[in-house]
């Protein structure tokens, strides 16, 4: 599978930004997918994912004010981060796992200003 993700940009504290990934494929399904984020100079941490049954789990600095969610129908899902901080500044990637192979798309950067 093939991911492409999109919807960064600049954004005030405060602000709201919708990110998308878009899946090829049709077994798009069947993927449990992932968002994770890399602050520069930091390690790639893990934010948000949601299983092919679509039950989600997310990190708990984002607990409450992100949400992931997914549309099979387009074979994509989104994070729909809201409250957003400086400290949320970042390159996200999303990432599809099925059994044992996984995926990454290109990341897509945020960066919130304070």
């Known amino acids: 599978v093939q991911l492409q993700a999109s919807g960064g940009g600049l954004v005030q504290a405060g602000g709201s930004l919708r990110l998308s990934c878009a899946a090829s494929?049709?077994?798009?399904?069947?993927?449990?997918m992932g968002w994770y984020r890399q602050a520069p100079g930091q390690q790639r941490d893990w934010v948000a994912s949601?299983?092919?049954?679509?039950?989600?789990n997310h990190a708990d600095s984002v607990k409450g004010r992100f949400t992931i969610s997914r549309d099979n129908a387009k074979n994509t899902v989104y994070l729909q981060m809201n409250s957003l901080k400086p400290e949320d500044t970042a390159v996200y990637y999303c990432?599809?796992?099925?059994?044992?192979?996984?995926?990454w798309g290109q990341g897509t950067e945020v960066t919130v200003s304070s």
């Open positions: 494929g049709s077994t798009f399904s069947r993927y449990a």
């Open positions: 990432s599809g796992r099925r059994l044992s192979s996984v995926y």
């Open positions: 949601i299983t092919s049954g679509g039950s989600t």
